[in-house]
Every structure is written in C-alpha cells, then in structure tokens.
Antibody, heavy 118, light 106 residues
Framework: QVQLQESGPGLVKPSETLSLTCTVS?????????WVWIRQTPGKGLEWIGT???????NFSPSLKSRVTVAADTAKNHFSLHLTSVTDADTAVYYC???????????WGQGTLVTVSP | DIQMTQSPSTLSASVGDRVTITCRAS??????LAWYQQKPGKAPKLLIY???TLESGVPSRFSGSGSGTEFTLTISSLQPDDFATYYC????????FGQGTKVEIK
C-alpha cells in the first residue's frame, strides 16, 4: 500500500522559507514515478507547485518557479519542498503526491496546513 | 495559461440520481483531462484520467467523456459515499484544476 506523509512546520513567518518533507512508503522514490507538491486554498483552489524525478529532473509551475526548489532523497525515500520569500498568499494545505507518468496524481498524502503569519 | 471552468458550482441530488458535471477548457486539451473526488478534510482521489479511463478500484458508476474543450463526469446512480466535491484537471500544458463542483444531498 503506497502511503505519503507530509511533515514540517505549521507556521512560517513572512519573507522566510517554507520547508516540507514527504516521506514515502510502499513505493520507491527511485522507481519510474515522478513526485509532486500541490497546495490548496479556499480562494485559489488546487494549485500544482512542482514535480521531481529521482534523476533530478524537475518541473515547476511558472507562477512559482522563481521561489521553488524540489528535491528527491533516494536514501531516505523522501522528497522535499522549499518555497522562499513566503507571504500570506502562501498559506495553504500542502499535499505531496505520486505521479505515475503523465501529470495525474494517483496517491496523495493527507495534507498539512501551513500558515504564514508573523 | 489554460483555464478550467466547471459547472455547476453546486449540485443538489438524491441517492439514485444520475449526475452530470461539466468541465470546459479555455483551449483544446485533447483528452488530457483527469477527474478527482475530494471529501472534507481529505486529499483528492483520482477517479478518471485521459478523459475516460477509470482509475483502478473506482466504481463503474463513474464515467468520463469528452475531448477538445468540453468534458463531462457522470455518476450513473448516486450513492451515499459520492457526496463530495469533484475537480477536473488538465495536464496538456503544465497543470490546472477547475474550481470544483460540490455534490450535496437534496
């Protein structure tokens, strides 16, 4: 059974960096899948952030590309998200997910709420 | 950017009803469309991809159709577990989701 679990601070100050980790079980990061970060807000709905492959290949939303880093750690079977210079608009529930090839997402984490506040 | 627009935003229905949700793309996306179901406090669940291919384990009462710019998700006979919010998503040009359609109890 494939499971993903997000972890990281639930509160980040404006202008700082949001950092999250997604730990994967039941599937290897080194397999042929891509691994994804998606966020959800009441106002903007679901928003794709970016995608990483264990080879290091990445793909990002154009609107967030300048602030996003996503990396895969095959030794720990997890992948990470770093979003710099956050504002209150970055307050959201952040999900990690698995991408089996095309940009659809077949297994998701439960999501973690990150609030940007002083 | 490709914009995805769903209608209606909210749909009231009863158990056993046939339900149809529409998703329109601002430009042609061929068949690069997926549908998800989301319940409160939970992550979205993939139902359909490539416009009409049912994800493994998804009940056959769910079906998808369409190509180009207009797509539909149909639930042939609504079950109690189906009351949720449904999202379409294009993946021909990066990723964009629709704003969601909430299916509520009539």
């Amino acid at each position: 059974q494939v499971q993903l679990q997000e972890s990281g601070p639930g509160l980040v100050k404006p202008s700082e960096t949001l950092s999250l980790t997604c730990t994967v079980s039941g599937s290897s990061i080194s397999s042929g899948y891509y691994w994804v970060w998606i966020r959800q807000t009441p106002g903007k709905g679901l928003e794709w952030i970016g995608t990483v492959h264990h080879s290091g290949r990445t793909n990002f939303s154009p609107s967030l590309k300048s602030r996003v880093t996503v990396a895969a750690d095959t030794a720990k079977n997890h992948f990470s998200l770093h979003l710099t210079s956050v504002t209150d608009a970055d307050t959201a529930v952040y999900y990690c997910a698995r991408c089996p090839g095309q940009l659809v997402f077949d297994f998701w984490g439960q999501g973690t709420l990150v609030t940007v506040s002083p | 950017d490709i914009q995805m627009t769903q209608s209606p935003s909210t749909l009231s229905a009863s158990v056993g009803d046939r339900v149809t949700i529409t998703c329109r793309a601002s430009q042609s996306i061929s068949s690069w469309l997926a549908w998800y179901q989301q319940k409160p406090g939970k992550a979205p669940k993939l139902l359909i991809y490539k416009a009409s291919t049912l994800e493994s384990g998804v009940p056959s009462r769910f079906s998808g159709s369409g190509s180009g710019t207009e797509f539909t998700l149909t639930i042939s006979s609504l079950q109690p577990d189906d009351f949720a919010t449904y999202y379409c998503q294009q993946y021909i040009n990066y990723v964009a989701f629709g704003q969601g359609t909430k299916v509520e109890i009539k």
